[in-house]
T-cell receptor, first 112, second 114 residues
Framework: EDKVVQSPLSLVVHEGDTVTLNCSYEVTNFRSLLWYKQEKKAPTFLFMLTSSGIEKKSGRLSSILDKKELFSILNITATQTGDSAVYLCADISNFGNEKLTFGTGTRLTIIP | DGGITQSPKYLFRKEGQNVTLSCEQNLNHDAMYWYRQDPGQGLRLIYYSQIVNDFQKGDIAEGYSVSREKKESFPLTVTSAQKNPTAFYLC?????????????FGPGTRLTVT
C-alpha cells in the first residue's frame, strides 16, 4: 500500500520568513508526485514532479524531487499572509489508474 | 466556465438516513474521484471511476456507493451503514489520457449527521 508522510504537521512563522515543507513517500512503481494548496475548500494544484533533481518554480514557490531518497520539498520564500493554508503532497503510482495517495498535509500559518 | 460543481455546500442529516452528494464536471474528463477529509487528516479516496458505467473502490469505500451513468456526473451516496459520515467530501476529475495527472477539485460538501 502506498504511503505518503508529510512534516511538519503544522508550522507557524512570521511574514517574510522562508519555509520548507517535507514529503516522503513509499510507493510501488512511482510515477509522479504532486503538491496542492488548500485554503478553505478545494485544493488547488501547485506542482507535479516526475524527474529527480529538477526544480519546479512558480514565483516564490519552488519544489524539487529526490527519487533516490523518495523525498520532495516545497519551499516558500518571503512568505506572505496569503500563503497560510494546508499544503498537501500526493503521489501517483504507475498502475494506470491515476489514483492519488495523499499525505496528511502541513498546516502553515503566517503571522503578520 | 469549465469546472467541477458540487452541491449542496452544506448538508445536514439525521442518523440512519441515506444521503446523496452531487458532483458534475464539464471539463470532458474521463476520470472522477470522491475523497473524504477529516480534521487533521489528508484526503482519503472513497471511490473512483475512469470510464462511464465502471468504478472501483478506494481505500475507505465501506458505507458508500456511487454510480457513473454519464461522463459528467459521479454522485456519491452515503448510506446508513457508514459509521462516521460527518466529514468534508471532495469530488475531483482528471484526464486519463496524456501526461497530465493533475486532479481538479470541486468546492466540496460539508456533511453533518446528527
Amino acid at each position: 500500500e502506498d504511503k505518503v508522510v508529510q512534516s511538519p504537521l503544522s508550522l507557524v512563522v512570521h511574514e517574510g520568513d522562508t519555509v520548507t515543507l517535507n514529503c516522503s513517500y513509499e510507493v510501488t512503481n512511482f510515477r509522479s508526485l504532486l503538491w496542492y494548496k488548500q485554503e478553505k475548500k478545494a485544493p488547488t494544484f501547485l506542482f507535479m514532479l516526475t524527474s529527480s533533481g529538477i526544480e519546479k518554480k512558480s514565483g516564490r514557490l519552488s519544489s524539487i524531487l529526490d527519487k533516490k531518497e523518495l523525498f520532495s520539498i516545497l519551499n516558500i520564500t518571503a512568505t506572505q499572509t496569503g500563503d497560510s493554508a494546508v499544503y498537501l503532497c500526493a503521489d501517483i503510482s504507475n498502475f494506470g489508474n491515476e489514483k492519488l495517495t495523499f499525505g496528511t498535509g502541513t498546516r502553515l500559518t503566517i503571522i503578520p | 466556465d469549465g469546472g467541477i460543481t458540487q452541491s449542496p455546500k452544506y448538508l445536514f442529516r439525521k442518523e440512519g438516513q441515506n444521503v446523496t452528494l452531487s458532483c458534475e464536471q464539464n471539463l470532458n474528463h474521463d476520470a472522477m474521484y470522491w475523497y473524504r477529509q477529516d480534521p487533521g487528516q489528508g484526503l482519503r479516496l472513497i471511490y473512483y471511476s475512469q470510464i462511464v458505467n465502471d468504478f472501483q473502490k478506494g481505500d475507505i469505500a465501506e458505507g458508500y456507493s456511487v454510480s457513473r451513468e454519464k461522463k459528467e456526473s459521479f454522485p456519491l451516496t452515503v448510506t446508513s451503514a457508514q459509521k462516521n459520515p460527518t466529514a468534508f467530501y471532495l469530488c475531483a476529475s482528471s484526464t486519463v489520457r496524456g501526461v497530465s495527472y493533475e486532479q481538479y477539485f470541486g468546492p466540496g460538501t460539508r456533511l453533518t449527521v446528527t
